[in-house]
Nanobody
Framework: QVQLVESGGGLVQPGGSLRLSCAAS????????MAWYRQPPGKQRELVASITGIGDTNYADSVKGRFTISRDNAKLQLYLHMNSLKLEDTAVYYCNYPGARNWGQGTQVTVSS
């Protein structure tokens, strides 16, 4: 089982940027497809982006061209680079793997002027 801890959230103005990080434990991380999810206030959790163990990526339409998911398997880290942030990107962001049952605390991203 892999343990995951998200960090890097904060308050940012519209148009700004943030980089989220997710620290993983367990070498199995290197082979796993990983993803970033988010849960906006009052809404259900949604998939933002995913990346396979070899670096193939997929994005939700709402973030294509603005967000970039990446990973450093040597450091057991997952990242989400977020540019051109919009008000509607405000959410708690989580890293996890598809099908996971347990969730961490996530990291809050607030986009506000």
């Amino acid at each position: 089982q892999v343990q995951l801890v998200e960090s890097g959230g904060g308050l940012v103005q519209p148009g700004g940027s943030l980089r989220l990080s997710c620290a993983a434990s367990g070498n199995i991380f290197r082979a796993m497809t990983m993803a970033w999810y988010r849960q906006p206030p009052g809404k259900q959790r949604e998939l933002v982006a995913s990346i396979t163990g070899i670096g193939d990526t997929n994005y939700a339409d709402s973030v294509k061209g603005r967000f970039t998911i990446s990973r450093d398997n040597a450091k057991l880290q997952l990242y989400l680079h977020m540019n051109s942030l919009k008000l509607e990107d405000t959410a708690v962001y989580y890293c996890n793997y598809p099908g996971a049952r347990n969730w961490g605390q996530g990291t809050q991203v607030t986009v506000s002027s």
